[in-house]
């Protein structure tokens, strides 16, 4: 296969578009790019991006084409149009990128933050976009109220978010100046009533609980060594030799993550530790309930 046939054979599984990067892995050097250019077999539809001369210029080509030439995914509307949320795509072209990015591209909407992980972005028809759980939470900058719940109920009827991961990843963004959050926040409430207003994670709101149920607050981030290793229990009362987790503040998504942290709930066992751990839904829905486990263990120690 010659180095045209493989920049095509890329072409094909992009919507016909072929980027500079692609066309260099296929072995065309930047002259052979030009020459296609000035001879008319291709388009640069954008910079550093091609197409076979003659293409119809879609949404979705379009989109796809602003995404190879920024090197950032879609989000906001372009994403939930990807997923299938809302019915057609925004004028522009919705990207989101890192704030470093200084790229001002014609026609495109880019959105900056930082706070963009790799387990935010998949691929929907070749085009790298953001989840339908963050697009969801993105989209409060975006959408009024009615809106985005509608948004959120498609997903949820089409089993592309649940509620309980979407809580999750929206109390790990959520921080007090965020655009978009308060909306987010108030379609949340609808969603479940249950859940508590909160701009702290899930340990100040834990720690809150027991403030307001009369037990003592406990040691948070305290560091302890056992077995050799040192690591970071969320909440504790050490003379109690009791550590509190909750999940759903800290990222376990990695299977890696995972491990490790039954490995450490173990040694703190072994070392004569007793563990609490709650769910942020229990946290949310059952503060008594997690308040009268916290004093049976304190009250169980001595």
């Given amino acids: 296969m010659d180095a045209d046939a493989r920049a095509a054979a890329w072409a094909a599984q992009h919507h016909s578009l072929i980027s500079r990067e692609a066309a260099r892995r296929a072995g065309l050097s930047d002259k052979q790019i030009r020459t296609r250019v ?19 210029e879609t949404p979705t080509v379009e989109l796809a084409a602003a995404t190879l030439a920024l090197g950032v995914p879609a989000s906001h509307r372009s994403a939930a149009w990807l997923h299938g949320l809302l019915d057609g795509p925004p004028p522009r072209p ?23 992980a790799p387990r935010d972005v998949v691929s929907v028809d070749s085009i790298r976009c953001t989840t339908a759980i963050r697009t969801c939470i993105d989209l409060g900058a975006r959408l009024g109220e009615d809106e985005l719940e509608a948004v959120i109920e498609r997903a949820r009827h089409r089993r592309l978010v649940h509620l309980d991961p979407l809580v ?25 009533p249950a859940l508590e207003p909160a701009e702290s994670d899930l340990e100040t709101l834990l720690i809150q609980i027991l403030r307001r149920h009369g037990l003592e607050p406990p040691v948070r981030q305290r560091v302890v060594s056992i077995g050799g290793r040192s690591f970071r229990i969320d909440l504790c009362y050490p003379d109690h030799r009791l550590a509190i987790e909750s ?39 059952r503060p008594d309930w997690v308040a009268d486990q916290v004093r049976l263990a304190l009250a169980l120690s001595g």
């Avoid at 000035?38 to 119809?56: F, K, N």
């Avoid at 989101?96 to 900056?112: D, E, F, K, M, Y």
């Avoid at 990695?254 to 839904?281: H, I, K, M, P, Y």
């Fill in 168 to 192: 999750v990843r929206f109390l790990q963004l959520a921080r007090p100046g965020r655009n978009g959050i308060a909306t987010v926040r108030a379609v949340l409430r609808r969603l479940d």
């Fill in 247 to 285: 999940d759903g503040f800290t990222d376990h998504g990695l299977r890696s993550a995972f491990e490790d942290d039954r490995a450490r709930q173990n040694l703190l066992v072994l070392a004569g530790w007793r563990v609490l751990r709650f769910t942020w839904r229990q946290i949310c829905a």
């Fill in 94 to 116: 919705e990207l989101t990128g890192p704030s470093r990015i200084g790229h001002r591209a014609a026609g495109i909407r880019l959105h900056r933050t930082d706070d963009l």
């Fill in 38 to 56: 000035r001879s008319g077999r291709w388009t640069q539809l954008r910079p550093g991006v091609y197409a076979p001369s003659g293409i119809v």
